[in-house]
């Protein structure tokens, strides 16, 4: 004869839990089923941007250099206009303008805008397609420094994670100084200082209201809104520029109101001097005439490797 307490041995575990408590073991099962993935990916994520050396930020080699197949150098390319800036000699509002332009929250984020992140994966859905980045100015100094390109949502994590160490290793001051001495202008014009000097002829220090927001706006699209190239087009931007920083309270209506009256005075335009290049240096100048719109993100302190032979 069977032991009566044996029907109740074989009961189930789970059983002896009321209705409500079995729901919420099956919640718990189903939240830790969601976010094993999502932990999966940022220990992914954050390995991977362990591997770039964030310290390239502040060493990074200013001039565009030319090296053969096997990564000898040949010589750095004369034509690129770069032109060291300290950030004593960066105007106020040039910094605004930037930030207005740029990235408003630069001064309060830790290197990502989780909200525009979010906003942006729902706008790229939406469309099936890569529409809106949410870039930081931050994450802008990420590509640029490490070169990461291609429109993608696994770049762009990578580049959120990068991001992040680079803001926990420097101070905002060194970030955004980095990223104006770095950025490209257009008219083979890389970093503020470059900038100044071509467009206007004049030393960063020394920029007006008007100018430092012609060269914001500028950056949005250096084959666009370039002066020399469209004066409306970047009239255009000057004023959503200024309009933007009256809008922050970065100046006053009066400010506003001269600025956007201020003629954009061009300076003449330097002739390039070849004398010093070789054909090879000749050739990769013209090559990246043609590439220029796909440039324009590229950092200052490319390296272009070239199927040359150096020995020969």
Not at 15 to 29: A, T, Y
Not at 97 to 115: L, P, Q, T
């Amino acid at each position: 004869m069977a032991y009566s307490g044996s029907a109740n041995r074989r009961k189930h575990w789970w059983r002896v839990l009321s209705v409500g408590q079995r729901k919420l073991l099956f919640l718990g099962v189903l939240l830790l089923l969601c976010l094993l993935p999502v932990l999966g990916m940022l220990i992914s994520y954050s390995y991977r941007a362990a591997q770039y050396d964030v310290e390239t930020v502040v060493s990074g080699d200013p001039i565009t250099a030319l090296y053969d197949y096997d990564s000898n150098y040949i010589a750095a390319l004369p034509n690129v206009r770069y032109i060291a800036v300290k950030w004593e000699d960066l105007p106020k509002n040039l910094i605004n303008a930037f930030v207005a332009r740029e990235d408003e929250d630069f001064f309060e984020h830790s290197g990502i805008v989780y909200s525009a992140v979010v906003r942006s994966i729902i706008k790229n859905i939406a469309s099936m397609r890569y529409e809106q980045g949410a870039s930081t100015i931050t994450m802008q100094l990420t590509r640029n420094v490490f070169e990461m390109q291609g429109k993608t949502l696994d770049r762009k994590l990578v580049e959120a994670f990068v991001a992040r160490r680079i803001e926990s290793r420097f101070d905002k001051q060194t970030i955004l100084h980095q990223y104006l001495s770095r950025i490209y202008f257009g008219q083979n014009c890389y970093g503020i200082g470059a900038a100044a000097a071509h467009y206007f002829g004049k030393h960063v220090k020394d920029l007006s209201l008007s100018e430092c927001a012609v060269l914001a706006g500028l950056v949005r699209g250096p084959s666009i809104f370039n002066p020399r190239r469209s004066m409306e087009s970047a009239k255009v931007v000057k004023r959503e520029t200024l309009n933007r920083m009256r809008e922050l309270n970065f100046i006053t209506e009066a400010e506003l109101n001269a600025a956007l009256a201020e003629p954009i005075a061009l300076a003449d335009e330097p002739e390039t001097d070849y004398s010093v290049q070789t054909y090879m240096t000749q050739w990769v100048n013209g090559e990246l005439q043609h590439l220029e719109k796909e440039l324009d993100e590229r950092s200052v302190g490319m390296g272009i490797v070239t199927s040359f032979d150096l020995s020969l």
